[in-house]
């Protein structure tokens, strides 16, 4: 069989070149496609990751993996295809969270934790009120749009009713309601994120670097069930 050069396969995809093992010398260049899709730079590509820590009364088994997945991400900066390899190790590490975390609640029913997938997981986590609605980020965030959104409403309903053609809108006076608060969140977590963690553990060729979103949600899950 006729010997592949690599060299070669670099020059000819030299736009896409992690995409096969670097060279000694191009080991610490960025791969081309971040300065595609970003310009922020290494730093605070380190500053965007660096930012989700678990808490102190979190297993050290489990933050080892779970810096694992942002060292990953950090080093997707180098090799892009590192970006989905860090969002499925999220996912690893958060089914060892659970497993650790609910271990001896499931041995005194008579159940092996290890023959429980994610979503088992989770639905436990949830029905035992571990997980909730308000610790996540993107809850809070949701409520808070929603509530902006129904205040513009009454205020444009306001300038029909007395025939104004213009008011001021005060982001200070509008205050999240119980209406705002209706999205439940983790019921969408509970189905999305085994979907999304079977996507890539079935075999995937999906690429992409959005990727932090997940690397949150997980940081949040975690350190809810061992607050």
């Known amino acids: 069989m006729e010997e592949?050069?690599?060299s070669m396969l670099h020059n000819e995809k030299e736009s896409f070149y992690s995409d096969y093992?670097?060279?000694?010398?191009?080991?610490?260049?960025?791969?081309?496609?971040?300065k595609l899709f970003s310009e922020y730079g290494l730093e605070n590509h380190h500053k965007?990751?660096?930012?989700?820590?678990?808490?102190?009364?979190?297993?050290?088994?489990?933050?080892i993996q779970f810096?694992?997945?942002?060292?990953?991400y950090l080093y997707a900066w180098f090799v892009y295809r590192f970006y989905p390899v860090a969002e499925l190790h999220a996912f690893t590490c958060l089914e060892l969270a659970l497993k650790e975390r609910y271990r001896d609640e499931f041995k005194d029913i008579g159940k092996d934790v290890e023959w429980l997938g994610l979503k088992k997981l989770l639905m436990h986590a949830i029905k035992q009120g571990h997980i909730k609605n308000e610790g996540f980020q993107v809850w809070h965030e949701s409520a808070q749009r929603r509530a902006r959104f129904r205040h513009e409403i009454e205020m444009m309903k306001?300038?029909?009713?007395?025939?104004?053609?213009?008011?001021?809108?005060n982001d200070s006076e509008f205050e999240i309601q119980g209406v705002d608060r209706n999205m439940d969140y983790i019921k969408v977590l509970q189905e999305t994120l085994p979907a999304i963690r079977n996507h890539y553990a079935h075999g995937s060729k999906t690429l992409h670097n959005q990727v932090l979103g997940t690397i949150q949600i997980v940081s949040e899950i975690i350190n809810q069930i061992y607050e």
């Open 4 to 6: 592949i050069n690599i």
């Open 21 to 34: 093992l670097k060279n000694m010398e191009n080991i610490c260049e960025s791969d081309p496609r971040n």
């Open 48 to 63: 965007s990751i660096s930012r989700y820590i678990l808490k102190k009364t979190v297993p050290e088994d489990v933050a």
């Open 67 to 72: 810096e694992t997945s942002k060292n990953l």
């Open 158 to 169: 306001e300038m029909e009713d007395k025939g104004l053609t213009e008011m001021i809108v």
